[in-house]
């Protein structure tokens, strides 16, 4: 076996893989970029090498750089995890002529799935059921308008070079295709340098049903079931499960059996994945081949107990497969879900940070292939390429986590999931935690009502409009505030809490002391932001709370432990969560998280004067417009520049009617998080 391996990657992937590594006993070498120095997968390897600047291009795309890397550090093999080198067929010679094993499939079969147009004619040829169509060579815009009338509206137009959702174009009616065809190739050229198009059917209320296939270098080839990711937003994954749903045994051998022509037809090697989409009647059509391992690759090892990062080493090194057609299983059900650094809210921005803190599922058994010797599937499965206190920075991929559950059967798992997405808690940036839990619990998903037009279909109930936080949470960030002052106020005078002058108790002679508390959503989170008006009298043990003017309760404390909290509000008792982080106090009660700004009229006496100056960069990025001018006078909510970073475009506004006093920055130039853009000064 190989005694060292290089992991070409970072984040999630490139721990589970030096994971799998340690556990057989390999030693592992992490590369990284000048923004990963820190980085948790540099800590779990075993050796660690700087590969340059923190874009990819100029460190984990550097193929060159890493083959050097290996040779240099002695390891035999290079793991390419998935995306950047993974399905990069030029990466995978260069490998081979320096001596060293790709853990991947073989060259030649990456450039034969490379093109989608190609990887048809293929297909076809191997008797694979392909989505009715064209996609041949021809390109003449009067002869693919034939073609698309043939194949009947609606019609997606494809780049046969895309990816990523990229270069897709649905049309509806004849009338429209040549102007559809024209911006298809346009943006085909521009994202892939090669502007060839097909045309396909397109499906309605499709389902996308992918089969892992594994081959071996003696002859071997197999599947792995099914998964399911009909759950996407823009074609991209949110939720993916296997097996699928109401998947009869006939059909799961027919499709397993169709991904495994396909696979030999280009003289596949390791672990590979065959896209189909499918009707909902039960037809299913080959949609491409993922020459790699899928982020979504957990689940298959979770219902089959095995471990596909094991296998795939053990292929590269030259063993057979280990296990037979015959002997695999399904075994229960599971669920994986993408937790991201997004805002749902807010289009899915994606949202850059520190995870100041980081709460994790209980009774998790980070166990690959099931709890040791028992045969049994860990439940809660967390696949993270990040601690609490680490960043998620601009340059890469906003994924904090995927975690997956196993249950008996898609039941158990759904209520895993639930449950284990109500203890996520994270602190420090917007996530989609609570959007997935929505999701998870909603109808559709439950009921296994899928199709990739889930999310949309469900808008009403998957984004609520922005409910009031309940008293329960107030009365929460309430308590929390006040024995925090009542701890301060005893640091500061360092006097045992017996000394009345060292406490912060609220003590008032001849009458209780009544104190407002003033709240609002998190303006980040909820648009538009709610203020809450809290007003808290203290007693001698406990206090009364009345939120908005409303009826007094009794509200006491009747058990903290740090953040965690238990208090009695009127008949009913509460626990929850309360974790400070600035100005932010973040409840987590019920299963819900409320983000609440604490308006603490201390922290911003005097500031009211620069308020209308701050107008910053909500995250580092490129400035692409400037739409007002020095001296100009604003409205509020006129758009001033518009930036991009993480391939959005944000537009930065005027908070209040005003002037431009100054503008900062150019088109083209480059601005760091937080960076003023430009001076403004708000009308009197
Ligand atoms: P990419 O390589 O850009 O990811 P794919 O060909 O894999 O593109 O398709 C991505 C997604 O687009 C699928 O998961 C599915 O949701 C949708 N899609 C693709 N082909 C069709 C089709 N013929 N009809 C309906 N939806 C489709």
Redesign the pocket.
Same mark, same amino acid.
């Given at each position: 076996m190989f005694t060292k391996i290089l992991i070409a990657n970072r984040g999630e992937i490139a721990c589970r893989v030096a994971a799998t590594a340690r556990r057989m006993g390999i030693k592992t070498v992490a590369v990284y970029s000048e923004a990963d120095a820190n980085a948790k997968h540099v800590a779990v390897c075993d050796e660690a090498v700087l590969l340059g600047p923190a874009p990819a291009k100029e460190s984990y795309l550097r193929g060159d750089k890493i083959i050097e890397v290996a040779l240099a550090t002695g390891a035999q093999a290079i793991h390419p995890g998935y995306g950047f080198l993974s399905e990069n067929a030029e990466f995978a010679d260069a490998c081979a002529a320096a001596g060293l094993v790709f853990i991947g499939p073989p060259a030649s079969a990456m450039r034969a799935m490379g093109s =989608?147009s190609a990887a048809k004619s293929l297909m076809e040829q191997a008797n694979v059921p392909l989505?009715p169509g064209y996609h041949g060579d021809e390109q003449d815009a009067d002869f693919l308008q034939t073609q698309a009338d043939r194949i009947g509206y609606p019609v &997606?137009l =494809?780049a046969s070079a %895309? %990816? %990523? %959702? =990229?270069g @897709?174009r649905v049309i509806e009616h004849a009338a429209d295709f040549k102007a559809a065809l024209a911006s298809c190739k346009r943006e085909a050229i521009s994202s892939f340098g090669d502007d060839k198009v097909l045309a $396909?059917?397109? &499906?309605l209320r499709?389902r #996308?049903i992918e089969i892992q296939v594994f081959a071996d270098t003696h002859g071997n080839c197999i599947y792995l079931f099914e998964r399911d990711c009909s759950v996407?937003r823009r #074609?991209q994954k949110v939720l993916e499960e296997a097996p699928a749903p109401n998947m009869p045994p006939e059909r799961r051998a027919a499709m397993g059996e169709a991904a495994v022509a396909a696979a030999k037809a280009v003289g596949y090697v390791g672990a590979g994945t065959v $896209?189909f989409?499918a009707n909902q009647d039960g037809s299913f059509y080959f @949609? $491409?081949m993922n020459t790699r391992l899928q982020v979504e690759h957990p689940v298959t090892e979770m219902i089959t107990g095995t471990d596909l990062v094991e296998w795939q080493i053990r292929v590269a090194f030259g063993e057979a497969l280990p296990r037979k057609q015959q002997e695999l299983a399904i075994h229960g059900h599971a669920i994986e879900a993408r937790i991201y650094a997004e805002n749902p809210e807010k289009g899915f921005l994606p949202s850059i940070g520190t995870l100041r803190h980081m709460d994790t599922p209980a009774a998790v058994t980070f166990e690959l292939g099931g709890a040791p010797g028992t045969g049994v599937p860990a439940a809660v499965r967390i696949d993270s390429g990040v601690r609490e206190g680490d960043a998620i920075s601009p340059f890469y991929d906003p994924m904090i986590a995927k975690l997956i559950v196993w249950g008996a059967d898609r039941k158990q798992a759904l209520a895993r999931m639930a449950q284990a997405l109500a203890q996520y808690k994270i602190v420090g940036l917007a996530t989609n935690i609570a959007f997935l839990k929505r999701l998870v619990e909603g109808d559709a998903f439950a009921g296994a009502d899928l199709d990739?037009g889930l999310i949309e279909r469900n808008q009403d109930s998957l984004f609520p409009a922005a409910h009031s936080a309940p008293s329960a949470a107030l009365a929460l960030a309430a308590v929390a505030l006040i024995e925090a002052e009542k701890d301060a106020a005893a640091a500061q005078s360092g006097a045992n809490r017996a000394d009345p002058w060292g406490q912060a108790l609220g003590w008032r002679m001849n009458f209780p002391y009544a104190r407002a508390l003033s709240f609002s959503d998190d303006y980040a989170a909820a648009l538009p932001a709610k203020a809450y008006g809290v007003a808290v009298t203290y007693r001698a043990t406990d206090w009364l709370f009345a939120r908005d003017g409303g009826e007094p309760q009794v509200l006491s404390l009747m058990q903290q432990d740090g953040s965690d909290l238990s208090i009695k509000l009127g008949d009913t008792a509460v626990h929850g969560t309360v974790r400070r982080d600035g100005e932010l106090l973040h409840v987590f009660t019920g299963g819900h998280h409320y983000p609440l700004h604490y308006n603490d009229p201390m922290a911003h006496a005097g500031e009211s004067e620069a308020e209308g100056g701050r107008l910053t960069a909500p995250m580092p990025g490129k400035v692409v417009a400037v739409l007002a001018a020095k001296g100009q006078d604003v409205k509020k909510g006129e758009a001033l520049v518009i930036m991009e970073a993480m391939k959005m475009e944000h537009t930065i506004a005027a908070p209040h009617d005003g002037l431009v006093e100054e503008i900062l920055y150019n088109v083209g130039d480059q601005v760091a998080d937080g960076a003023p853009l430009l001076a403004f000064k708000a009308a009197a």
């Open positions: =989608k989505v &997606l =494809k %895309g %990816g %990523g %959702g =990229k @897709m $396909e059917k397109y &499906l499709p #996308h996407q #074609h $896209e989409i @949609m $491409e990739t």
